[in-house]
Nanobody, 116 residues
Framework: QVQPVESGGGLVQAGGSLRLSCTASSSIFRINAMAWYRQAPGKQRELVAEITSGGNTNYLDSVKGRFTISRDNAKNTAYLQMNSLKPEDTAVYYC??????????WGQGTQVTVSS
């Protein structure tokens, strides 16, 4: 069983930075892609950034140039560095992990609030 655990959310002023972490410990399964999604009140959950085990990345257009996803494969941990935050980035951020033969698991979510 793989259970992602997120950390690093909080309250920040517009223009500030936060770094989210997601650790998906597993002694059995290989961790494949890791991704960050977010969901704002009244909106659908959307993909923010994803990274494969080989390091290939993909970003939501509105965060390109501001957010950077990275990972430490030895620690099964993915990071989301968020710079130049805007009020519209306010949401619950969820880690999603693909492991084994295409199985998916969500983290519990971490709140990011950007004040104007």
């Amino acid at each position: 069983q793989v259970q992602p655990v997120e950390s690093g959310g909080g309250l920040v002023q517009a223009g500030g930075s936060l770094r989210l972490s997601c650790t998906a410990s597993s002694s059995i399964f290989r961790i494949n892609a890791m991704a960050w999604y977010r969901q704002a009140p009244g909106k659908q959950r959307e993909l923010v950034a994803e990274i494969t085990s080989g390091g290939n990345t993909n970003y939501l257009d509105s965060v390109k140039g501001r957010f950077t996803i990275s990972r430490d494969n030895a620690k099964n941990t993915a990071y989301l560095q968020m710079n130049s935050l805007k009020p519209e980035d306010t949401a619950v951020y969820y880690c999603n992990v693909e492991y084994g033969m295409g199985k998916l698991r969500w983290g519990q979510g971490t709140q990011v609030t950007v004040s104007s």
